[in-house]
């Protein structure tokens, strides 16, 4: 006789997510899986204010594949990193700019990355500005992260180092109104 969907998922084990070192250190969800080798592989979208518990990251999602099962715990690795459409979406405005620019990058372990960032100018700009502006961010882009790891420059972006580098270099090009992460693929 065939199992009832209800004795199925009695019978379904439940897993402890946690998230890299780099993000934290508490546990941030469950995942039910009938058997461990199920668990590993899983991408599972959690907002980044769950994880750092700062109001300012409530527009970020985080994908964390899951690596490894230890027991009833699951541990991941970071896949992605980015904003949500609503809040990229809300930033540009009538009468601005946006800047979008996509960089495939190496950190200085020679690990490769995508950096997407978003910069928008407080009035409209003709497209040789934003040509340039595009050339300072993927230059400020290879040098930052030839020098550092890929956790470093991505705590760079978290914490904002990065961007007033980025903004103070811009600023004599045009003046900008936001720099924003929009996505960090690993």
């Known amino acids: 006789m065939a199992k ?14 946690y998230p890299p070192k780099l993000l934290g250190e508490g546990a ?19 907002s980044m204010s769950w994880i750092t518990h700062k ?5 970020m999602v985080v994908g964390l594949k ?16 980015e904003q949500t459409y609503s809040y990229i979406h809300s930033l540009v405005r009538r ?5 979008y620019t996509v960089d495939k990058l190496k950190d200085k372990n020679g690990r490769q990355f995508v950096l997407k960032l978003l910069a928008v100018t407080t009035t409209k700009i003709r497209t040789p500005k934003k040509t340039a502006i595009r050339k300072v961010i993927g230059a400020l882009a290879v040098e930052y992260s030839a020098s550092h ?13 990065f961007r007033g ?7 004599n090009i045009a003046p900008l109104s936001k720099f924003e992460l929009k996505k960090i693929e690993l």
């Open 4 to 17: 009832t969907s209800s004795e199925k998922w009695k019978n379904k084990l439940w897993f402890n997510v």
């Open 66 to 81: 899951v690596t490894k099962v230890n027991g009833n715990s699951a541990n991941t690795e970071l896949k992605y990193i």
């Open 149 to 161: 790891t890929v956790d470093e420059v991505l705590t760079s972006l978290l914490d904002n180092t």
């Open 95 to 99: 009468h601005s700019s946006a800047i």
């Open 55 to 59: 109001a300012e990251h409530s527009f």
């Open 165 to 171: 580098e980025a903004v103070r270099r811009i600023t």
């Open 28 to 46: 941030i969800g469950e995942i039910p899986s009938d058997d461990e080798k199920n668990v590993v592989g899983r991408i599972m979208k959690v």
